[in-house]
Structure formats: structure tokens, C-alpha cells
């Protein structure tokens, strides 16, 4: 069987810290590896209309920053499928097929959706659309056959579901899904990187995001006024790591390399850390030193995306391109699922046939 990679973004904002030590630095190594055969990276329009639905200019113009951020990032156009989500209208079809097969109240007890209802306010009146966005993931990932879905611990209860769905389907039609696997970070820090301001996760609707596309200045100017420890008042303090996000970015992004240039009195970042919980060590000197980290991560991406804004048209045929071949990818899994549940009419020559004879038999 192949090995396909299926994930994305929604196109609400720019993409920051978060979205690329959760998946996207993981997306590029994937790529380079070799190990797979397909990959689709989906610029999930449709999904940002569940909740953006009197808002979509905004989506509209997030496609290109979205797209930007992909390529920035190192993502190549000959090896991975970067595509907009709205114009595979296979999805949608898939998505109310698999409507019949998950009950209202299962959507209800999935952690995420609840999160995210929350968090936006939802509870009183909750979209349709957004309600049923797990169901809509899976018509994604499995329109692809998608055996590798490369995505943050959020997301986890959402393959879950998409998993389900995948063996009622089977069950019910026979053999015609996949069922994927969720391929998660392998820096525990990349799990779920938090906010600036300390908060769970670094989210565009809080305001406590770096993006990639920040400028040296920006990014200073964040970590300057990242949380740290709040009893951690004066440099003897003793302070704490857990809960102090600047450790926790340092986690995700820091190399061996940083401390020979950046601060090589200290042989790692476990020593850093030591220094800090015994009190000595102030938080300006470790955020000056996560900023020179993070803006030596961030340079090569802020360069390629500068190349590719010189010509924006040709982003968006490489867009289009991406897009022709997960529509061709699509149509064949949903002529295969619509096989499946035997509503193929004009496909199946037997079922004319038999129906055929059927009627001149009555006739004779």
C-alpha cells in the first residue's frame, strides 16, 4: 500500500510558531525523507468558513499568506500537493455521505470540538458546519487515502473520529477506506507550544502568537515581553522552569549551536536551566538569548518568502497545480466509495443489465 501524507491549515492568519514546530517543520523533513510516495498539504478554505461565514474576504486573502508561509518554510512544489480545499467539491460529497454514519451525540463528546466551541463562543448557537467539522476532517484525510496524518496533540480526538468512521464505513460497504495513523511530534515541547502570554496554546485569535513572517524587530519585541515566572522578581530568585514559556521554546528550538554562539558560558541547555532554578540568572539574559534563537530559525524562512513575494502569480499556479492533482485523487476514491454504497448507477453496466432483462422478461 502507499504511504500518503494528508494535512493542512486554516487560512485565518499567517502562520506562526506554533503551526511549525507542531507540524510544519515536521511536514519538510517528511518531504525530504523520501518515505512517501504522495504528499498533500490542503489550505483548508472551507473548513475557515465554518466559522468565518460572514467573513470571507478574510479567507480569500489568507490563501496567499498561507501558501507563503508553506513555501517559506521549505515545502517543494515538485514533491508535495499544496492545494486549496474549496475547489475539491469531492469533499463535500464525501462529508454528507459520512454524515449517516456518526450520531450527534458522538460529535458532542469530542474533546476538541468542545474546546474550540468554547473558545469561540458557540455554546448558545453552534454552526452546523462547525459542529460537524470532525466529519468534514475525515472526508479530507480519507479522500487521499492518507495513511500518515503529521498534526499537534489537539488534534488527536479528530483522527480518532476520522478512524471510526473509516471501520463503520468499511463495515458497512466493505473494504474501501483507509485508516490513518496520526504521526505527532517528537519534541515534547512541539506538542503544544504555548502563548506568548503563558496561555495553553499560541493561538491567532488570542493575540499571543510569533508568526514566520515577523520581522527581526517584531520578534525581539515579543520574546522581550514573553511570561516567565512571576515570583521570579529579582535576578537571585530562585526560578521555576515549569510553566515558564521562554524554557519551553527553548525546548522546542534551541541546538548545541545556538549556546557555542549565542551564550558559551553555558555547555546546554540543561545547565541554562539549573542556573535559573538556583537563582543568579535573569530572564532578560535568557529572552535575549531565545531571541537570537529564534530569529537565527526564522532568517532563511523570512528570506524565501521574500523570493517568492516577488511573484505571486506564479504562487498561484503552483496552487492550481497542487489542486489538479488532489482533485484526480479525490474523484477516484469517490468513484470508489460510491461503488461501495451502490449508488454508481451509471457506472454499473450490470445493474442496466439486470434491470434490463428484468423488465423484457415481464413483458414476455
Do not use: W
Not at 53 to 68: G, S, T
Not at 200 to 212: E, F
Not at 271 to 298: A, T
Amino acid at each position: 500500500m502507499s504511504k500518503i501524507i494528508l494535512t493542512g491549515d486554516r487560512p485565518t492568519g499567517r502562520l506562526h510558531l506554533g503551526h511549525y514546530v507542531g507540524s510544519l517543520r515536521r511536514r519538510v523533513e517528511l518531504q525530504d525523507s523520501g518515505e512517501f510516495d504522495k504528499i498533500f498539504i490542503m489550505i483548508a478554505d472551507a473548513q475557515a468558513l465554518t466559522d468565518n461565514a460572514d467573513n470571507p474576504e478574510k479567507v480569500r486573502q489568507n490563501i496567499i499568506e498561507v501558501a507563503l508561509d508553506y513555501l517559506s518554510c521549505g515545502l517543494d512544489p515538485e514533491k508535495t500537493n499544496i492545494f486549496i480545499q474549496s475547489q475539491i467539491p469531492q469533499l463535500t460529497e464525501l462529508t454528507f455521505y459520512y454524515m449517516n454514519l456518526v450520531t450527534v451525540s458522538r460529535l458532542q463528546r469530542n474533546p476538541t470540538v468542545k474546546a474550540e466551541i468554547q473558545m469561540r463562543n458557540f455554546e448558545a448557537s453552534i454552526p452546523v458546519g462547525f459542529f460537524t467539522y470532525p466529519i468534514s476532517q475525515a472526508a479530507d484525510i480519507t479522500a487521499f487515502k492518507a495513511t500518515t496524518v503529521p498534526v499537534g496533540e489537539d488534534q488527536e480526538p479528530m483522527l480518532e473520529q476520522a478512524r471510526e468512521i473509516v471501520r463503520k464505513f468499511n463495515a458497512v460497504y466493505g473494504e474501501t477506506l483507509v485508516e490513518p495513523d496520526i504521526l505527532l511530534p517528537d519534541n515534547k515541547a512541539c506538542l503544544r507550544l504555548p502563548g506568548t502570554d503563558g496561555k495553553a496554546k499560541m493561538s491567532k485569535s488570542l493575540g499571543n502568537c510569533i508568526y514566520l513572517s515577523d520581522t527581526p524587530e517584531e520578534v525581539r519585541e515579543k520574546v522581550m515581553s514573553m511570561y516567565t515566572d512571576p515570583d521570579h522578581i529579582r535576578v537571585n530568585d530562585p526560578g521555576k522552569i515549569e510553566g515558564n514559556c521562554v524554557f519551553t521554546y527553548l525546548d522546542a528550538f534551541s541546538t548545541p549551536e545556538d549556546f557555542a554562539e549565542f551564550l558559551p558560558e553555558y555547555a546546554s541547555l540543561d545547565e541554562l536551566k539549573e542556573h535559573y532554578r538556583r537563582g543568579g540568572l535573569g530572564d532578560v539574559k535568557v529572552k535575549k538569548f531565545l531571541n537570537n534563537v529564534l530569529n537565527r530559525q526564522l532568517e532563511p524562512i523570512r528570506a524565501r518568502r521574500h523570493e517568492y513575494e516577488q511573484d505571486i502569480p506564479a504562487v498561484y499556479r503552483i496552487l492550481q497545480k497542487g489542486t489538479a492533482a488532489a482533485y484526480e485523487a479525490a474523484e477516484q476514491t469517490l468513484k470508489e466509495v460510491k461503488a461501495a454504497m451502490r449508488i454508481n448507477y451509471f457506472d454499473d453496466a450490470e445493474l442496466i443489465r439486470v434491470q434490463s432483462e428484468k423488465y423484457q422478461a415481464g413483458r414476455d
